[in-house]
């Protein structure tokens, strides 16, 4: 078969408290284009019960998906009980998520939920990446659709998402599998003997410009996130104009300090680092030139 398109869309964080917890992101220039609550008609309710999903923005179309237990199946809970707060998936959009699941598991992914349609407004299912991270595949069979957002830089720091960053353990193999099964290409390799990162993109990247970064970890903060986790998908990267305003802007807005913006040698660009509620990392750099 072809390979099919993949487009980055969000990634979600399971948080305890996401109403409480999205206030550091709504005081740091987000905002909420989309939210689907416990107790309001709509399309998240199952057999196994309802959901709280709330998607925030930031000038850019990757978005984040805040989402609260109970969760709504089984391995959401299970995978919970074992992390806790922390990102959970990454969520691609495809032509036909059905025509997909063969894809993956063909090409060594294993499937974490079998493919469900929820009604007329999206198709899906969840496979697990060869080293272990969340991979969602949805499709819109009809007009529903997430909505987007204005794509321009926002406030004076002019910030804006720009993707994720997964922590990786082999990261030639993965960043194989990332280009070879899921369509992306290089953007900037940054990689030398199996250690460094490499910058990833879709088939979107001139209109959309989102990244998949994939990495070894280099800081302490990455380094305790692997041990606690494995391979995981770690921080929420973003992009500024005034990257030392983003930065204090953050601090300013309830995130944690991490390291102050200073040049990162491996991408060339000044970065600081900042942590979120939910214990994930945020990662501020200078535009990146499209
Ligand atoms: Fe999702």
């Not at 939210?35 to 057999?47: A, F, R, S, V």
């Not at 998906?65 to 391995?75: D, H, V, W």
């Not at 991979?135 to 909505?147: I, R």
């Not at 460094?196 to 996130?225: F, I, K, M, W």
């Amino acid at each position: 078969m072809t390979v099919p398109t993949y487009q980055l869309h969000h990634l979600c964080i399971f948080e305890k408290h996401p109403r409480d917890a999205m206030w550091n992101w709504l005081r740091w220039y987000h905002a909420i284009p989309a939210y689907y609550w416990e107790g309001i008609p709509d399309l998240h309710h199952t057999g196994e019960g309802g959901v709280d999903y709330t998607f925030l923005a930031c000038g850019a179309p990757f978005q984040m998906q805040l989402e609260s237990p109970p969760y709504q199946f089984e391995y959401e809970r299970n995978w919970f009980a074992e992390h806790g707060s922390g990102i959970n998936h990454i969520c691609w959009i495809v032509p036909s998520a059905y025509d997909t699941v063969d894809h993956l598991q063909s090409n060594g992914a294993a499937v974490a939920m079998p493919y469900e349609e929820f009604g007329d407004t999206y198709h899906g299912f969840v496979a697990i990446d060869p080293e272990g991270r969340w991979v969602e595949v949805m499709s819109y069979p009809g007009e529903f659709k997430t909505p987007d957002v204005e794509f321009r830089p926002v406030g004076l720091p002019g910030l804006q998402t720009l993707g994720v960053v997964q922590l990786c353990r082999d990261l030639d193999s993965q960043v194989e599998w990332y280009t070879g099964v899921l369509g992306q290409r290089i953007i900037l390799d940054a990689r030398s003997a199996n250690d460094g990162l490499a910058y990833l993109a879709d088939h979107t990247y001139e209109g959309r410009q989102c990244l998949n970064v994939l990495a070894t970890p280099s800081t302490e903060a990455e380094h305790a996130l692997m041990e606690r986790h494995g391979p995981v998908i770690s921080t929420i990267l973003y992009q500024a104009g005034d990257v030392d305003a983003a930065w204090r802007d953050a601090v300013a807005a309830g995130f944690g300090e991490v390291a102050v913006p200073a040049h990162d040698d491996r991408i060339g660009a000044r970065t600081g680092y900042l942590r979120e509620p939910s214990g994930n990392l945020v990662q501020v750099r200078e535009r990146l030139a499209a």
